[in-house]
């Protein structure tokens, strides 16, 4: 394991053992909000994979929601091509941080609940980001995250996806996060939204850890 996933794997495993499999998130922010663990994901960049991507897009005039957004690299790095940017965590904490950090943002940071997301939000959003969450829920949360993720694109909007590789069949022992299959990829292909590109990639950042990067339109 790699020694900065051994706080979350602690804090997962414990919220698992208890059986609130969200549970984990805020302990695990709270913790290092205090200095005594380490957010794994927590870096000063953009995810890899949403350079490229962003090399060119305009997003004037239009608007994205970023599922689980920690410290909100991601949500500022599309606020920083156009998109009037929301954002948001299961985690206070985590929100709390993000605003600091980023002072004088116009990203919107929230606190909310992917499994219980504001009803305004559905069919609301020109793009919708999802990096790296629904891989940290256990399968039996997979098929709710995934819809809920897919029902807040809007008409003629798009979903853009990042995630780890799980090959089918593969064990998920132990804490998260458990990558996805291409069948959990092929998932967010509901409620209209269809495949315009499913690729693996490996991100510059981490050469030795390909990725999927999908997108889907509305």
């Keep these: 394991m790699n020694p900065r996933d051994a706080d979350a794997s ?6 698992l053992a208890n059986g609130e499999p969200t549970g984990w998130f805020e302990p695990l922010y709270a913790a290092a909000s205090g200095g005594e663990a ?12 949403l350079p490229e991507w962003g090399r060119g ?3 004037s005039g239009r608007s994205a929601l970023v599922v689980g957004c920690g410290y909100g690299r991601d949500a500022e790095f599309l606020a920083s091509l156009g998109f009037r940017t929301t954002a948001f965590d299961i985690s206070a904490t985590a929100i709390r941080e993000a605003r600091e950090r980023h002072a004088g943002s116009s990203v919107e940071y929230v606190t909310a609940d992917l499994l219980d997301p504001p009803a305004e939000w559905a069919g609301a959003f020109d793009l919708v980001l999802e990096s790296i969450t629904v891989q940290s829920m256990p399968l039996s949360l997979r098929a709710e995250a995934t819809r809920r993720v897919a029902e807040m694109v809007a008409p003629g909007g798009q979903l853009l996806v990042i995630a780890g590789i ?3 069949g593969a ?6 996060p458990w990558p996805l299959t291409r069948g959990e990829i092929d998932a967010f292909a509901t409620g209209g939204l269809r495949p315009q590109e499913v690729e693996q990639l490996s991100p510059p950042t981490n050469p030795q850890m390909p ?3 999908a997108i889907f339109t509305r």
């Design 171 to 176: 064990d998920v022992d132990g804490p998260p």
């Design 57 to 59: 897009v305009d997003g």
């Design 38 to 49: 380490v957010v794994p994901w927590d870096f000063p960049v953009p995810h890899g994979l």
């Design 10 to 15: 602690r804090f997962a495993g414990e919220a």
């Design 166 to 168: 799980r090959e089918e």
């Design 211 to 213: 990725s999927w990067r």
